[in-house]
Structures are given as C-alpha cells and as structure tokens.
C-alpha cells in the first residue's frame, strides 16, 4: 500500500485524508524527506488476531465472529473432550487352537482303538509308549525349573515293566515291578554326587507311581474277557466329562471351582462333567459292558467326573509350580502327553475298582 490509502495523520489526529493546499507551501529538504518517506512506508498486515502491527485492537474487527486461532501465542487452543467409549464386547475364545485339538485327538484315537480291538498287545505297546514319553516330560521339566534330576533310564524302564507286568501277571505283578522300580531309583542315583540325592529320588519315585504305575490299572482292565469294551468305556466316559465340563463351563461358567490352581475351570463345568458323564455312562453300561446295568453307568459316570476333575486340578497344581503352561509340545492343540494324561491317569484305578465291585473280573 501506498500513503494514499494509508492516511496521513494531520496535526490533531486522524481526521481525513492530507491535502497538501491546507497546509500551504510543501517544505523542502532533509526534514520532509525523512517526513515523506516514513508517511510512505510499506502498511504492515493485519494479523488474523484483531490487532494491528504495533499490538492495539483493530476497531474494524468489533462485531465480527472471533478469529479461529488462539488469541495469544503462548496459550494453547482448547481440545475437544473425549469422552471414553466403552470397549466392545468380545466373545469367549478357546484357549487352544480348536482345529489342532480335533485333529490330533481323532488321529489318536483311531490309533487307540484299531490297536484295541485288533490286537490288545498293541495297545500294551500303546500304553507303553505313552508311559515311557510322559515320563520323558515330566523329568525334563523337573530338571529345568527346579533343578531336581529325577533318574529317566530306570524310571522307563521299570515304568514300561510295569504296565507289562500288569498285562501279564495281574495287579501283583505290578506291584512287583513298582518297588523294584523305586529300588532301581535310588540306585541309579547313587553314581552322582550326594547333593541333592533325597529330592531327586522323592522326585523318581513320585514319577514312577504318578504315571506307570496309575496307568497299569488300564492294562489291568484289559485282561478281562470284556476288556476291550471296559477299555473304551473308561476313555469315553474321561472325554466326555472333559468335554462337558469343556462346553458348560465356556458357555455358562461364572462361579470359579479353584481360581488359585486354575482359573479356568468353574463350578458349572463341574456340573456339566457330571452330567454328561451320568448320562453317557449309563448307556454304555447298559449297552457296551457285558452284565452293566444303566444305573451302574450313573454311578460309574458321576466316579469319573469327579476323579479326572481332581486329576485335572493334581497336574495343575505342578505345572503351577514349575510356572508352566503345558508340560510339552508333541501334540498340537493339546501340549505335551502328559497334558492328556491328566485326567485319565487317576481315573484309571477308580473305574478298574468299580468293574470290579459291578461286574466281576471278567
């Protein structure tokens, strides 16, 4: 902008433009060069804030909406509020890769019952290797989260000995083979050095009754002229408390059975072990079990609900311990094989003792 836009201010103030024949002659010299070249400076711009370059307010912005920004550099321009949003509801997910979990458990279950009802040999070797590889897993992760070095070579091989002396020579021969087995322990341990001798042979002893011993009472089962039925009978009837414990307690499960050991299980699921449990065992007493009856089946279903639920929350507590999740990783969906072994291990001798006391020997 030039002056005659801008104005120049007469001698009392700001009245109007300048008309230089009211002021009379125009001074010449230095003066009114300085004068004229201050009056034709360039007009600074109006800063979008109201005020002119020199800080007052600009009486032509009054009345108008008030400018968008921050009146002042150093305040800040106020932030909208945020008013929290509650999360989405997210549906209950499986802990478990579900697809994993169905397939290797149909793929092991063909394998138990083609060597089942073939050949009851082969699911001898089948509990025997099972034994032999849950042993495995359960020394291996004494020794890496406790340091205790339970002896593997003698607790494999009195474990297998001891499912076959089962097959072979009854409930004695299991016996037998259990304290031949603890003996073989403490041995074997003597060639290391004395420190740490009494917890690793607790340890190997407490792993040779935990898992051949209990999983002997399934051979004991099989040497019946129903065996194989009274077999089959004891693995359903473990899976199908699983599942509906499984199912109730994800569907409906509030009420927590043991938070401290695991946080997972509830009281409904229980109920829905129960359940489940009754009602298959009734059928498969009356239907499968040579000389069952259905109300034996009520009996038996109830027996197994609760003991794969103790032997559920027994591993629990020594994964627990050991501040594990699984105690291994050779099936997919479902961890190691002591992670299935659970629950059937300490039913194993409840449902043998029951046959027992309905049906007989066999």
């Known amino acids: 902008m030039n002056d005659s836009s801008w104005g120049a201010p007469p001698r009392g103030g700001y009245a109007g433009a300048w008309d230089p024949s009211e002021q009379g002659p125009v001074p010449a ?5 300085a004068h004229q070249a201050e009056q034709t ?20 912005d009054r009345g108008a909406a008030p400018p968008s920004g921050p009146p002042f550099r150093d305040e800040k321009p106020q932030e909208p509020m945020h008013v929290p949003q509650p999360p989405p509801a997210q549906k209950k997910r499986a802990g478990r890769d579900l697809r994993a979990a169905i397939g290797v458990g149909g793929g092991l279950g063909a394998v138990v019952i083609a060597s089942l009802f073939i050949w009851k040999a082969a699911f001898v070797g089948v509990i025997v290797v099972a034994v032999v590889v849950g042993l495995w897993e359960l020394t291996s992760r004494l020794d890496e989260r406790k340091g205790i070095k ?4 003698p607790l494999a091989v009195g474990g297998a000995a001891m499912v076959v002396a089962g097959y072979v020579r009854g409930a004695e021969g299991a016996w037998v083979a259990m304290a031949l087995t603890a003996l073989a322990v403490l041995v074997w341990r003597m060639t290391e050095p004395p420190a740490g ?3 690793d042979v607790t340890a190997g002893v407490f792993a040779a009754f935990y898992v051949p011993f209990l999983a002997t009472f399934v051979a004991l089962m099989l040497t019946a002229d ?26 409906f499960g509030t009420h927590k059975l043991a938070p401290r050991i695991s946080p997972g299980k509830t009281r409904e699921g229980l109920l829905g072990a129960v359940v489940f449990a009754m009602g298959a065992g009734a059928l498969l007493m009356q239907f499968v079990v040579h000389d069952g009856t259905w109300w034996q089946g009520l009996v038996l279903g109830f027996a197994v609900a ?16 050991l501040g594990i999740k699984d105690m291994g990783t050779l099936l997919p969906g479902h961890g190691g094989i002591m992670d299935r072994l659970d629950s059937l291990l300490p039913t194993a001798p409840v449902v043998w003792l029951l046959f027992v006391l309905f049906v007989g020997m066999g």
Do not use: C, H, N
């Open 226 to 251: 129903d065996g194989a039925q009274r077999v089959l009978t004891f693995l359903l009837l473990t899976v199908v408390s699983d599942t509906g414990a499984y199912a109730v307690g994800w569907r």
């Open 29 to 33: 010299g230095p003066a009114y060069d």
């Open 306 to 321: 609760v003991s794969a639920t103790l032997g559920d929350l027994g591993e629990s507590m020594i994964k627990r311990d």
């Open 197 to 199: 001798y009494l917890k």
């Open 41 to 60: 400076r360039p007009m600074p711009i109006v800063p979008e804030t109201g005020r002119d370059a020199e800080g007052r307010d600009d009486d032509r």
């Open 150 to 153: 339970a002896p593997l070579v």
